[in-house]
């Protein structure tokens, strides 16, 4: 017994380290971060690949996070327990921010709209809970696909559909996207779902830093972007800060 939870302990190490690492990690990098040997590190690899726990690269032979351990992860969860956890954090957002704010989860190639606080303002808007948008299209679909646990690999799903001229459809320049997104933490679209309209997410963590949903907020291009085509900085930190504040309420007791 002392030995299979010693086991235990330290396959949790290496899935906490490649979580860590926000990407891949090969093997020597691992035990190295684990305090383990090599051997030892590879062979629970193995078990961890065995289960979908990890998945490894067949061109570079690193691991990263497996769908397995994301599933896991989003079964703890449902959906109403997301909302209510999260309400008064977008409630906030879309109040100090002035743009409309939904709550998303990832679902093969979709978002999946489980909270939408209306833009603060007269403008008609319909509700969007329940609906389902193109993930590659908006900017908390590029958060979700981003870091998911295959986000390493390029955009294997064919139908990147246009949505508008702007709507990024080659995989491979939607690969480049999202690597960029893995690097700064957060995601942006303009006009890539609904023209003259521009957004931003950032991801929100559940147990075990395992990216579970994203928060985002939609708006008028120009209240988005700056005349330079940057996301405005106020703006952006309103969006970082409520999904670290979602994040954290996810795991408190």
């Known amino acids: 017994m002392p030995g299979s939870v010693q ?27 684990v305090g383990l040997a090599k051997t030892t590190t590879h062979g629970l690899l193995r078990t961890l690949l065995a289960l979908g726990f990890v ?4 061109g570079s032979g690193r691991y990263a996070l497996g769908t397995g351990l994301l599933d896991l992860g989003s079964h703890y969860l449902d959906a109403n327990e997301l909302r209510s956890r999260a309400s008064n954090w977008c409630d906030s957002l879309a109040a100090r921010s002035g743009c409309a704010v939904r709550l998303g989860t990832l679902a ?17 808007q319909e509700l969007d809970v329940g609906s389902a948008l193109p993930a590659h299209a908006t900017a908390l679909g590029k958060v979700l696909l ?23 459809v080659d995989p491979v320049a939607l690969a480049a996207e999202l690597k960029a997104v893995r690097a700064r933490g957060w995601a942006t679209q303009r ?30 291009v120009d209240e988005v972007f700056t005349g330079s ?13 409520a999904g670290a504040a979602i994040s954290r309420e996810l795991v408190r007791p």
Not at 108 to 124: E, L, N, T, Y
Not at 207 to 212: D, K
């Open 229 to 241: 085509g940057d996301v405005r900085p106020a703006l952006l930190e309103m969006v970082r800060d």
């Open 191 to 220: 006009e890539e779902h609904v023209p003259g309209e521009g957004g931003a997410a950032a991801p929100v963590h559940g147990a075990g830093g395992l990216v579970v949903a994203a928060v985002g907020v939609t708006g008028p």
């Open 55 to 58: 998945e490894q690269d067949a």
């Open 7 to 33: 086991s235990l302990e330290r396959a949790a190490a290496i899935l906490r380290a490649i979580a860590g690492s926000g990407g891949q990690m090969g093997v020597t990098e691992l035990s190295a971060a």
């Open 146 to 168: 981003a870091f998911r646990p295959a986000a390493t690999r390029p955009p294997a799903d064919p139908r990147l559909e246009r949505s508008t001229t702007a709507t990024l």
């Open 108 to 124: 093969g190639f979709q978002v999946v709209v489980v909270h939408h606080v209306f833009r603060p303002d007269d403008s008609a």
